[in-house]
């Protein structure tokens, strides 16, 4: 699974409308399909559900930084580097290592607790956090802005939450709901009744006993057993 884009649609207030992933299927190295997914609205690919279930802004990480070391009396470009997430980078020719730290998205600075910490989640004043040593002596770490002149852009750092599944039972389930609906709606269309009849003889011929039950439609029943009773009464007159 690759996720190829990932964006925000929101409200003209600011509130978020939707949430959406471009995926793609990759299935032994060949690219099988494509979709851009929201919530309610899943990739299906050979029994494998994946749908768009979160997202998030990763207001505490970024993944590279690019840094620009500069010399002090000229203000001329000496060296640049890009800095994976706290991963040791040399500068052979400057006698530099440098690492990033630590990160915020909007810097904030608490003079009471001596701590960095970041004000919102939006990249309102970003700043990043180094780790210098210069020919093996380690430097006091400072923290470098975003806004601050001739530094390049942060690249926002938001993610997507997917969630896959799969039922290889869905089949029976769905047999078994149709089923069930099908029996729903014969029960409430046919019903049981039930007759009975006795026949006892009798000198002058014959006297015969009716009875009958219906569980629904008893009016309709009624009716039809009055007139079976009828033709049963017929039978035994004699004709004219």
């Known amino acids: 699974m690759h996720v190829d884009k990932f964006w925000i649609d929101y409200y003209d207030n600011g509130a978020v409308k939707s949430y959406n992933s471009t995926l793609t299927v990759i299935e032994n190295g060949e690219k099988k399909v494509t979709k851009t997914i929201t919530v309610n609205d899943p990739l299906v690919y050979k029994g494998i559900w994946f749908y768009q279930s979160s997202y998030g802004d990763s207001w505490d990480r970024v993944e590279k930084a690019r840094v620009v070391v500069k010399d002090k009396v000229t203000d001329k470009v000496v060296g640049e580097a890009i800095l994976d997430w706290q991963k040791e980078q040399t500068l052979k020719d400057l006698g530099l290592k440098l690492q990033l730290t630590d990160f915020v998205a909007d810097f904030g600075f608490d003079a009471k607790d001596r701590r960095v910490y970041s004000k919102t989640v939006e990249h309102g004043n970003p700043a990043i956090k180094l780790a210098i040593t210069e020919r093996d002596q380690s430097l006091p770490a400072p923290w470098i802005f975003y806004n601050y002149p001739d530094l390049f852009e942060i ?58 039950t219906a569980y629904k439609g008893q009016i309709d029943f009624d009716r039809e057993f009055q007139k079976l009773a009828e033709r049963v009464k017929n039978l035994g007159r004699p004709s004219t």
Do not use: C, E, N
């Open 155 to 212: 690249q926002g750092s938001k993610f997507t939450g997917l969630q896959i599944a799969r039922d290889p039972g869905v089949l029976i389930v769905w047999i078994g709901s149709t089923l069930l609906v099908v029996g729903v709606m014969l029960s409430a269309t046919i019903y049981h009744r039930r007759l009975w009849a006795k026949i006892v003889p009798a000198a002058s011929g014959v006297t015969v006993y009716l009875g009958g």
